[in-house]
Structures are given as C-alpha cells and as structure tokens.
C-alpha cells in the first residue's frame, strides 16, 4: 500500500523553501499531497486558487505529489483523504514551539494522526515568509526566495 | 499571617491549564487571588464579568481561592490588596522569555514585589490559548481542554 | 517496496519514551530498524549486546520493528542497510539543536539519507535518561519511566 | 578612512536600551549613523521627524552620531551612504531569532554588507518597547527606561 | 502554620546570584531552608561541610533562613522535613530546560511537592559558577561575584 | 588610526567556519588579531603552536589578519594589546547564550572592552566542532568542513 502523508500550510505564495521541504517530503512517502488551507480569518496576498495553481506549476515536476485545498481542521481533513501522517517544516527555535503546540493539539484531537518534521536545506533555514514579503513589498530582489513564476506576481501584488 | 498571592491573566476563557495552575497555588499559598485582567486594548472573546464568572465557578471547590478583576497596573492592584507575590504559568521557551521580560518590568516599577513561576501538568505544558481558540473557530471537540461549563459558550462565541 | 526507517541511539538504557517512538515510527512506516550504536568512546551503562537484548524484548509486540547493533558513521550503516530514512525524537529546545546540528551534517556527508523527526507524547517529553540515571542511582522508584524488564538491571547496575 | 556604521531601527521613541547601544557602537566605529526607519505599514506612536528629533537630543553627547531618517530597503541605505556595517542589538532569545533571519535575508541581498550584533548592558536586557508602552499607556512611571526628554512626550501621546 | 521551602543546590560556592535568590525567598516563606547536596558523583570544590560554613556565614542576616545539607533524592529529604515546596532560581533559556526536566522528574516522584521559580536580579541573570571559577582559576578578580568570605578560599583552592 | 579586533578561540583545529568568520571581521575592521588560547585545563587534540601554524597557514591571504596565542584571561590580553573590541561568531541558541554569559562577564571584569558578534554563513551555521571531531573519528570525509591542509592532520590525529 502506498504511504500517502499530507503537508498542510497557507503557502501565501510558495517559496523555495517549501519546493525544498516537497521534494525531500516525496523522497520518502509514495504520494505528498500539498494541502493549501482556505483559512477564513487571516487577510492571504493571493486566493486560495491562486496558491493551489502557484503549487501545482512550480510541484509538476516532483514525482507523486498533488496540490490541494481545503478547509476546516487539518486532522479532519486527514481523515476524510485517509491518510494518518502530517509533515510539517522546521526551521528555527520559534517554528519548533508553535508546530509543537499544533502537533501536540492535533494528536489530542485525532490520536491516529502523526506529525513528522523535516529539516529544510540550510540555504532556507533562515527564510520568514513574513520577512520576503516585507522585503519585496520595499522593492527588494527577492528572485532567489521563490519559485520563477512567482516572483512577478508576488511583486505586482504586493506594490498594489 | 496567611500568605497571599495573586495570579493574574486575562483568562478568555478560563483552560484546564489555567486550573491546574490555580491548584497547585492553593497548594502553596494560604489564598489566591484569581485576578481577571479588564485590558481595554485586546478584543476578549467574553466581557470580563463572564470571565470572573467562568473563573469562579470551576474554582468554587479550591481552598483558598478568590476570583476578582483589576484595571491598570498588576503592580498597582497588589498594593491595593497588600499582596507582594505574583503567580504565572511557565510552559514553553517563548512564556519565559515574554513572563521574564514582564516579571523584570514589574520588579522595577515595584521593587517589593516577587514573582514566582509555577509549571503546569505536562498534560497542559502544550496548551496555547490561541491555537484553542482557533481550533474550536474551526469545530474542535474542545472538550478535553477547558472546564465542562465553558466548553458550549466558547463554541456559541466562537461561532457567531 | 515497503518503506523503511532507521532509528539509531544508544538507548543505554531503552526508556518508555523509546517504546513511544517507536509505536509512532512504526505505524508511518512499513519496518524501523531500531540501531544501537556501539559507541566506541563513551561509557555506557549496559553492553550493546545488553541494550540490544533489552529492546528486542521490549518491542517484541510492535509490528514491523527488528532491532540490531552497528558500528562507525550512521549514514554508512543506512547505507549498507539501502535505508534512506533516519528517524530521530524531538523532546526540548536542546534536542532540537544537536538533533539538527546532526541531521546537518548528516545530509552534508549523504545527501541521499533525509532525516525525520517525531514527538514523543508530552509523557515522556521531559524524560532525560541522565536525569533518570542520576534519580534510579539515588535510589528513586523509576517503574514509571522505563520497562519492567529494564528497571531491575538498571537499579542493579547504577547501585553497583 | 573612519569606519562608519549604520544603527537602523524604529526608535519608537529611543528607549534608555537604545542609548546604551548607540553609546557602545561609537566606542569601536568613528562614526555611527543612527537611522530611524520612516516605515510605511506600522502605526508609531511618533512620526518620524519627532523621532528623529528625540535621538538628535538624546545622543548629541556621544561623539560621532549622527542621525537621520530613510525608506525602503536598509541594504540600499547603506549601499547609499558607503557604508557596509550595520549595528543590532541583541537582547534576548526571540530578538536572535528575528535578527539572524533578517541579517542573512540582507546578506543575501546584498552581499558586501556584514551585520554586527552588540549587546545592551543586562540593566536593559529585559527592556521590551511594547511592554514599555503598555506600561505607560496604564500610567506607569517609565522615567527609569527612557530618556528625561522622551518622558513627558510618551506619556501625553499613550494618554490621548 | 509558618510556610516553609527548601532551596536545594550544590553551592560550590555560593554566590551573590544565591544570595540574592535567598534573600527574594525569604520575602515569601516564612522559613527557608537552603540544602546543600552532598552530591557523591561530582568533584565540587569545596567539601560539604565546608559550603554549609560559607552559606551560613553570608546567609545569617537573612531572617527564617537556615543551611543544611542532604544525601540521596532532594524528595525524599523534603519528605523527612515536611516541607512540599522547592525553590529554584531561573536565569537562561538552558536552565530553563534542565530545571524544568529535573521538576517534573521530580513531581512524577513525588506528586505532592511543588516546585516554585523564582528571577535572580538581572545583575546576576549571566552569573554562571562554571565561567566564575574558570574566571577566576585564570586570576580573575570575582570580588562582585562573590561573598566577601567566599573571595579568598575559592582563589586559594583554584589556585593549588 | 587603524581599528583593531581580537577573535579569541581554541581553534582545535581551525574550521571552515572559522575562516568565514575572519574573513568577515577583516572586512570591518583594519586589522584582526586571531588569538590561541592555551588553555591549560583542555586536552586538545592539537597544541597550540600547531593551532597557531595552521591558522597561519589558512588565514595568509586575508588582508590584515595575525595570528598569536595568549594565556591567562582574553581581557587582560586584550589590554596588553590595547584592543578594545573581541569578536565571536553567534551560531545557534546555545552558543548565544554562552557567549552572553562569557561576554557579560568578560564586560564586569574590563568596562572599557566590548565584544561584537558576527554571523558565520548559513553554510556553517550548524558546522559544531565537537560533531566534526567525532566524524572524522569514526571515518567520516570531512573535507567539506575543514582548510584542505587541516584535513590530514585531523585525521591521523584522530586515528591514533
């Protein structure tokens, strides 16, 4: 049977880093599907189907992967795909305390469900999706943080 | 002379954590005053009456408890009560540094008042207030993580 | 092809913590080879075949899971075993330096082996083996942190 | 050649900390530029002349300051005015995370320029400007944490 | 009933951090026992009898407060006291953790002893004995760090 | 006149990193002063005329850059070189916190001399020396990490 995980996140927009954390993710699990959420609550830079179709452009080249979106809890949703394993990235010092405190919620919520961290490539230890934004809203180069096709609407989005 | 402290918060809405912590005070402390922070620059999910209410129901049964709310300076109303000892809660690295940052704040504007630090159960070590919230917003079985009384108002508040 | 995964250490000795990792590991992947390294420069407690004897029977219920023994480079061992996963538990903010730290240079020396890392439950995620050593030579009851089948040896080795 | 370096920041208002960096940088460079940040999407509590005004009084006893005010990018900054060291300080955890994230996403946009991080005396390692403006906007006296003509300022604006 | 804690530790020797820790304790309990650990698998400096003397000395001006020493699990003396709370001081991310470790360890052994934090001054926040009598063995002059009574017997036992 | 930093260190042996890091200082300041310390109370793998040589070897092409060693204390080196500015590079969490324990301290000890710290490059971010060592003990090709002339030295070093 195939291991499926699912990697959930807002990906507002995707950037190197995550490409980095799918490939690495799809070199171990048969399928990885890249969950965009619809979260109602905080104010994206690009709609949920803007970022599924950023994800799916910039992931067709990695080997079992797919993009979806979705909304409600991430544990529920996990369910409904059947699939019991979450990845998530870590980064730094602050990443590790909020995905813990996810992690460790979620398995309260959905005991059936695990949650494994992969290491991005150091080159992307350091990248804020916060920071790119507010770099490239100053007018920044910010070519060598995200995927090709982003970086022109990225720019255009962000001088609105 | 009964030795009293106080633990204050904002408490919106009262967690298990928070009960646990409030025991293990009772434990140590001949009386402690719960005391609900009425910060007018935070948007509560419950007005501060429901807090101190929420508060003094799932206390009633421990020794030593009072429920109360303050405005203005946490150093200021110990003062006011005679109180020279502060509880908080210590769970993960980011309270220690945000509960020390404030701890040394107050120890300056008011050298004669302690704050000591208490950690929770493990089984609460986890629990952010914040990713609760966001959890029921989004449907949660909150059940296990805040007292049997708050658990159905959280949902109609978060709900509206 | 089943998926498989190493999981190194030198469970000196395996606690419950260990036992809760890898239940985990082995419900994400198809077998965990759990690898005691024979670590050449430090002074265990137990003998490799003895922490090798100690897991095998105390993961023996655990589907999928082998136990065995392996000097020199981890990465050398995944592979000689063509095992391009590593698992490692992630407890607390130091863990998580070193962890990285090693998984780093890891993925510098063979950039073919991913590492993955998981939580414990918040059980056992304050559970340090050299401060359970330093309590069970003090005489303290540590039935709670490891195996039935460790805790007699352990007692009977540390009060030596 | 003097070495000149760059102490970027909001400075929203210069904060006692703020001095005791400024102070430290103009010991080990000859010149120190003190640059407040006319950043357009925060909402300072002054604007940026009054800012500017501020450190101009507070700072023109320490030799080789000067101050002035920039937009956009601080890697363009610097590039515009020749100089290739920029000053941060460190404070705590939480600053280190955020400063080396934002130091090597400006390295990486502009490779000649090197960051420096200095620390405050520990006398100011706690010193947080949030917690310093709810304090005063509760009507705390903040006369030991910044300047004597910063004082009155802070107080009638926080008051409004 | 006088509210009584003990504030376990090594003391090798004590420093200005300890006292001022002493001193933050006894404002709260009524009695504070400091308990010197006869540790019988470090090398400390100074015997035990020894660090009892030199706590004595620089602690006797310090109402309710009183040194012993003990031998085995810091819970089992609390227990022969009856006394149900420890004191431990917390000064940096890395004590944070080890403490933590150490008081739920701790609590696991002995659900009815509490562990309570408590800040050092931020003067003595860095104070670290491992760098202090590296300091000093080089020729330092602790002569801030320190007790008076402790400056000399600790220069002459580095020095031997 | 010329500004002067001292980068104080064991160098056992010297790094890749290390290097990034003079390379660094030697841009900031005019001249950089790479100091051995020969600590008595360390086994190091290599003396210190080796670490001094193999620093001089490494560091020839970097303008403006010595090498000596010192005993004793880095601050009373640094007056009898009249520097007032010691370097460190700040790599993770842990090392942060030593070197502001060490910083601290050096700073009571001598007020006039001030420590900056500079970012190694994220490639060396993790690079750990005490990893490196037991790496290339156990057979592992560590001519990433290390000068190409530390790499075989190191090695029959750690062979013996």
Known sequence: MPKTAIYPGSFDPVTNGHIDLITRAARIFDKVIVAVAHNYHKKPIFTTPERVKML???????????????????????????VNVL??????ISDFEYEFQMALTNRRLAQDIETVFLMPS??????????????????????????????KPLKERLRR
Chains 1, 2, 3, 4, 5, 6 share one sequence.
């Open 56 to 82: 799916k452009e910039t992931t067709k080249g990695i080997k079992g992967v797919t993009v979806e979106s979705f909304e409600g809890l991430v544990i529920e949703y996990a369910h409904t795909k059947k």
């Open 87 to 92: 990845i998530r990235g870590l980064r730094m």
């Open 122 to 151: 150091e080159s992307y230890a350091f990248l804020s999706s916060t920071l790119l934004k507010e770099a490239a809203a100053l007018g920044a180069d910010v070519s060598q943080f995200v995927p090709k096709s982003v970086e």
